[in-house]
């Protein structure tokens, strides 16, 4: 499932540090705007304590954790919609990403230059949601002249779309996300087809300084973006994309061991990782066996044939019944045939909704 969130920010906020911590994979990050020109992408591991105990208890030939997928895009800058800093080529990019996660900056370095000159989160986030929704009404406006003649006609089709048009029109005018908006269902199905920057779920990422992230509490920065998402129904996660760097070049006990000595119960970037895959409804589900443990991606709400298929289009297509237990009920029991014993094992159909944790086995036949 090829899902992918995109890492904007202005330049200089901390974004590209923060990827590279993520990844592993090396993108550029320098004290000057435009230094990651065209967008890099990284997969990562979802972090997944679950996946450890079924290996412990299945003790698979391997384990094949579920991955997700970061693109690091280009610093925005104020009038990017009308192409400054190559805003056009990076506003494209935004397009093609499921989520957003945006970075912004919440601490004070002289050593670092700030495209605005000084710090201001909120101001920040503004720039660029500005700039997502003067692009936003580019696009409708140009879908308006298109259905105008029709919807004039008294064509049916085109009045519904005209009229959602025009309700995106008259938000965007007031400088709000189309993702701010009720949407019927009907609605919903036309707003989808614009393929709208601003209908993309947001989770912020408030970068601060070493000192703040190991302080109690949060510093003013960091508060005021806390309500400015609230207020937009938003997520916020607070890292340091400093540490975060320096976290992601140790493993096993050297990474906890470092951990431990900052206080630190659990990496940012992993916070990150969890809240970008949930920011875009993703569930996980196991497979456990000899050969394998595996976890593998859902959305929420897919039914089981639907989770089959993701292993394989024929798991979907010949699908019987599914053999289901969940993760609790198996590591309560302490193996597959002692939760069978215990009646915990159940077997679904077709309309069976899969839920986040579900050991499964799949019977098909093709």
Not at 245 to 262: H, M, N, P, T, V
Request: with cysteine; hydrophobic share 40%; aromatic share 6%.
């Amino acid at each position: 499932m090829a899902l992918t969130t995109g890492i904007v920010g202005l330049p200089n906020v901390g974004k590209s540090t923060l990827f590279n911590a993520i990844t592993q994979a090396g993108a550029d990050s320098a004290n000057y705007p435009f230094c990651t020109i065209d967008p890099n992408v990284g997969i990562v591991e979802v972090p997944d304590p679950r996946l450890n105990k079924l290996t412990e208890l299945v003790q698979p030939k391997k384990t094949i954790p579920t991955a997700f997928e970061f693109t690091d895009i280009a610093g925005i800058v104020e009038g990017a919609s009308k192409g400054e800093g190559l805003g056009n080529k990076f506003l494209s990019h935004i397009r093609q990403v499921d989520a957003i996660s945006h970075v912004v900056r919440c601490f004070n370095d002289g050593d670092i230059t700030h495209v605005s000159g000084s710090v201001d989160p909120i101001r920040d986030i503004e720039v660029i949601n500005l700039e997502l929704i003067l692009a936003d009404l580019e696009t409708v406006q140009k879908r308006m002249d298109k259905v105008a003649k029709l919807a004039k006609s008294k064509d049916k089709d085109a009045l519904a779309e005209y009229e959602v048009l025009q309700k995106l029109s008259d938000a965007f005018e007031e400088e709000k996300p189309a993702r701010s908006l009720e949407w019927t269902d009907d609605e919903l199905n036309l707003v989808r087809g614009f393929q709208l920057l601003t209908m993309k779920p947001v989770l912020y990422a408030a970068n601060v300084s070493e000192e703040d992230l190991l302080s109690e509490g949060d510093n003013e920065y960091v508060q005021a973006v806390k309500n400015y998402a609230a207020e937009e129904g938003s997520g916020v996660i607070t890292v340091c994309a400093k540490i975060e760097s320096e976290i992601a070049e140790l493993e096993g006990e050297d990474r906890q061991e470092f951990l431990d000595d900052l206080g630190i119960e659990e990496a940012g970037l992993d916070q990150l990782i969890r809240a970008a895959y949930t920011l875009l409804g993703l569930e996980t589900y196991f497979t456990a066996g000899e050969p394998e443990v595996r976890a593998w991606t859902i959305r929420s709400g897919m039914k089981a044939p639907q989770a089959a298929g993701v292993i394989h289009s024929d798991f979907e297509r010949g699908f019987i019944r599914a053999e289901v237990v969940s993760y609790d009920d198996l590591m309560d029991a302490g193996s597959m045939n002692a939760a069978k014993e215990a009646g915990n094992v159940r077997l679904e159909g077709k309309d069976y909704v899969v839920k986040d944790g579900d050991v499964i086995h799949f019977r098909f036949n093709v």
